[in-house]
């Protein structure tokens, strides 16, 4: 097989698996796990500052901007949130 198809046939592979990494994501005894109402009252009316410096602001009404931590002002994205519940593992 040449290089690429190996290459795209890895990556195919990840991106099929990691998901189901995550469904068993380990969690430290100090974590607690939000449902979807807790979570909505956490983040509805604040803006979380990630590592980067990119910001998320979840506004009352249920619009959502985001801003990247490029050091860009003013390149981001927006939108509205709604709250759902994750699809159950099959």
Not at 9 to 20: E, G
Not at 54 to 60: E, G, K
Not at 65 to 70: L, R
Request: no cysteine; proline share 4%; net charge positive.
């Amino acid at each position: 097989m040449t290089l690429l198809i190996r290459y795209a046939i890895t990556l195919s592979m990840l991106v099929i698996a990691s998901p189901l990494f995550a469904n068993d994501w380990k969690t430290r005894p100090t974590d607690n796990r939000l449902d979807q109402t807790d979570l909505s009252r956490l983040i509805t009316g604040q803006t979380l500052t990630f590592h980067d410096g990119a910001l998320s602001v979840f506004h009352t009404d249920g619009r959502y901007a985001y801003t990247y931590g490029d050091g860009e002002r003013g390149s981001g994205t927006t939108g509205s949130k709604r709250m759902a519940q994750p699809a159950s593992p099959s």
